[in-house]
């Protein structure tokens, strides 16, 4: 009898075993999950924090012997930084002026202008610049003696330098000094031609 309880004992001891054997192989051979692959991060072609614009108004007024004169305008542009340190962009004004002299003769005016650049920052905030100017000089004459109503056009390679303050994000200012080295037709501007302007560059994107 003893004999037949040890037996017993025995057998469902190993009956035990083997299915705790058999538990662990399947736990061990269940296959586990892949991780995802993580999708990798596309590079923008256009970046917000690259784009810029800027402006600046202006607003001129005289006077003499001769009669009074009085001007108004707004320039505007807007640029890419294609390269931490280049920018391109292009540049668009309007300025608007009248002359009355004394002797009942007037001279009214409208000067449209517009122009791409290229802007290379050398050493901190000093630049150089390349222009190519376009513009369309409106005229209307009041005379007693005579009422003429012409437009004058033209083209100009302005090439020059400057310094700009700022142009990592956030608001900044510039001044630069141009020059008229190629020149098509009537060139309306001073020569050089000197600037000042405000610019304002975009934050990255949160």
Do not use: C
Not at 56 to 61: A, D, E, Q, R
Not at 75 to 93: K, L, N, P, Q
């Amino acid at each position: 009898m003893g004999t037949f309880i040890r037996l017993t004992l025995v057998t469902i001891a190993l009956v035990l075993l083997s299915l705790a054997a058999g538990a662990q192989i399947v736990t061990d051979d269940k296959p586990q999950t892949a991780e995802r692959p993580q999708k990798p991060v596309e590079e923008k072609i256009w970046k917000r924090d690259r784009f810029y614009v800027g402006g600046f108004p202006s607003f001129g007024i005289g006077g003499g012997s001769g009669g009074t004169s009085i001007s108004a305008g707004l320039s505007a542009e807007a640029g890419y930084f294609v390269h931490d340190r280049i920018a391109i962009g292009a540049r668009t004004s309007y300025l608007f002026g009248s002359v009355k002299y004394n002797n009942n003769y007037s001279w009214k005016y409208h000067l449209i202008g517009g122009s791409p650049y290229v802007r290379g920052y050398i050493w901190k905030g000093f630049f150089g610049q390349a222009e190519y100017q376009f513009t369309n000089f409106l005229n209307k004459i009041d005379d007693p003696s005579i009422n003429a109503t012409f437009t004058l056009r033209n083209s100009a390679l302005l090439v020059g330098a400057g310094y700009h303050d700022n142009f990592e994000a956030g608001f900044g200012y510039y001044f630069a000094v141009l020059f008229n080295v190629v020149n098509s037709g009537y060139y309306p501007y001073p020569n050089p031609d000197f600037r000042i302007g405000l610019t304002y560059r975009f934050p990255e994107k949160n």
